[in-house]
């Protein structure tokens, strides 16, 4: 959920390796886009601050990257898994949701398509796999880290209700194999959106995502 968070570094160690580098760089993109919200009060600023990034990612699709190491990475792990730039650019759509103060019912539900699914299904993409769980559980992933920012007592129940509709849903049934690494960062987000989480990357949290490994439940 976040780049300190244990239990994603541990996901990402169950993807096939040659696709590692890659899904790393994807989630450290989402991580980019996650600190222009948090270091931004005007939103003014934010939008350009995600506006900049936007082009520069688009302009991936037809000229190698400036001396920008996460664009450079992006270019070398991403781009040749088959993601283009303009596909990475179109996820600030759902970060452009929030910065607009006012969060209602329609915008969580954008800020959760346009964040979530989009990445975890150009994360399907990179892994090779197609399953309508992913862009499901994408979503969920999105509002349980929503549920975890500032927002009003009611409006976190409000959206962590929603992850957790979303995250069982996606959480039916076995993941197959190259998809385990999504399937653990989805069974990470449920773990956050529990009401009482337990401490963060616990022996029964790193039990669990073991056994999603081998199993894919």
Excluded: C, N
């Amino acid at each position: 959920m976040t780049p300190e968070d244990p239990l994603r570094a541990l996901a990402i160690s169950y993807a096939p390796v040659p696709a590692r580098a890659a899904l790393a760089t994807l989630f450290v993109l989402d991580d980019k886009f996650s600190g222009i919200l948090r270091s931004t009060r005007e939103p003014l600023i934010g939008q350009m601050r995600l506006t900049w990034w936007y082009e520069a990612l688009a302009r991936l699709d037809a000229t190698p990257p400036p001396a920008e190491p996460l664009l450079r990475e992006l270019y070398a792990t991403v781009l040749p898994a088959g993601v283009s730039g303009t596909m990475l650019a179109e996820l600030t759509d759902g970060w452009d949701v929030l910065l607009d103060p006012a969060l209602d019912e329609a915008a969580i539900d954008r800020f959760a398509v346009r964040r979530g699914r989009r990445l975890f299904e150009l994360a399907g993409a990179v892994l090779g796999i197609v399953d309508d769980r992913i862009g499901l559980a994408g979503e969920g992933w999105a509002l349980a880290d929503l549920a975890l920012r500032t927002l009003t007592p009611s409006d976190r129940d409000a959206v962590r209700a929603r992850a957790v509709e979303r995250l069982d849903r996606a959480l039916q049934g076995r993941w197959p194999v190259p998809g385990r690494a999504l399937g653990a960062m989805t069974l990470s987000a449920r773990f956050h959106a529990a009401e009482a989480p337990e401490t963060l990357g616990s022996a029964r949290h790193v039990g669990r995502l073991a056994w999603h490994r081998l199993t894919g439940y």
